[in-house]
């Protein structure tokens, strides 16, 4: 079994290095892993949207990513993919403790993040985990250490950072920052500033947002590395 998984991951490699960019249209034209292909078409996601067409591909072989694009345009499933394929070609099982963090802005759409996941992560092995407050701290602490994947709000995650015991960022391989000049807009600097504070440097970013600004470009210096951007304009 360990022997097949090992040449299924391989083969997997082989084709995310052969892969050329920008030359998908479907989720089933990339080199994803079938738990991910088969969550993706259980949900009935097929055609990719501009945005995903545009940033999957680089996203899947590891870049940074500072992606821009209105809402509805399919940010979602730009970042929860290449979450779910980074850590499976990592081989992250349960024991390896948080592998993803996602911070969104808002418990609301934290939490629409969050039942995404489970729809097109429902094959994968992976614990995940919602962080927006409004729970017993203590018992939230206890839930979180024993997650893979995190999705939370910027104020709630700093708490728990601060208060650390038993919450190991050390080995996190992907940071997606989502909405975030929505989260700059709320007052969010200092939190998302420390959390980046906490993680570490060698890891694969990903920073979505609806519009550019110069605070945002701050944040992106401070929290990317040689990104790519990416941009969806509406047509004139
Ligand atoms: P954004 O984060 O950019 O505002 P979402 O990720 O929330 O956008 O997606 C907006 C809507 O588009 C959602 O209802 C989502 O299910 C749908 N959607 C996203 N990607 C696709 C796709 N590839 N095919 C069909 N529908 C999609
Ligand atoms: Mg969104």
């Not at 963090?101 to 939490?111: D, F, G, K, V, W």
């Not at 839930?143 to 190991?168: K, W, Y």
């Not at 993680?199 to 694969?204: A, G, H, S, T």
Request: with cysteine; net charge neutral; charged share 30%.
């Amino acid at each position: 079994k360990r022997e097949a998984f090992e040449k299924k991951l391989a083969e997997l490699e082989q084709r995310v290095s052969e892969f050329e960019l920008s030359s998908a249209d479907l989720f089933s034209e990339l080199p994803l892993t079938e738990e991910t292909a088969r969550g993706l078409k259980d949900s009935h996601f097929t055609t990719l949207t501009a945005i995903q067409k545009k940033s999957l591909p680089l996203a899947l072989k590891g870049r940074d990513i500072l992606g821009a694009a209105k809402t509805g345009s399919g940010k979602t499933l730009a970042f929860l993919v290449p979450v779910l394929e980074v850590l499976y070609r990592k081989k992250w099982t349960q024991m390896d403790g948080l592998g993803a963090l996602i911070i969104s802005p808002t418990r609301e759409l934290a939490t629409q993040i969050f039942e995404v996941m489970r729809q097109i992560g429902r094959y994968h092995a992976f614990s995940a985990g919602l962080v927006i407050g409004g729970k017993n701290v203590q018992e939230e602490k206890e839930r979180i250490s024993r997650m893979n994947i995190l999705v939370c709000t910027p104020g709630r995650m700093v708490q728990h950072m601060r208060e650390a015991a038993g919450f190991d960022t050390d080995n996190l391989q992907i940071l997606v920052l989502d909405e975030a000049d929505r989260c700059l807009d709320m007052g969010f600097k200092s939190s998302l500033d420390a959390i980046i504070k906490y993680l570490p440097r060698d890891r694969q970013t990903l920073l979505f947002s609806a519009t550019q600004t110069q605070s945002l470009s701050d944040l992106a210096r401070l929290s990317l590395k040689d990104p790519e951007y990416v941009g969806v304009h509406d047509k004139a």
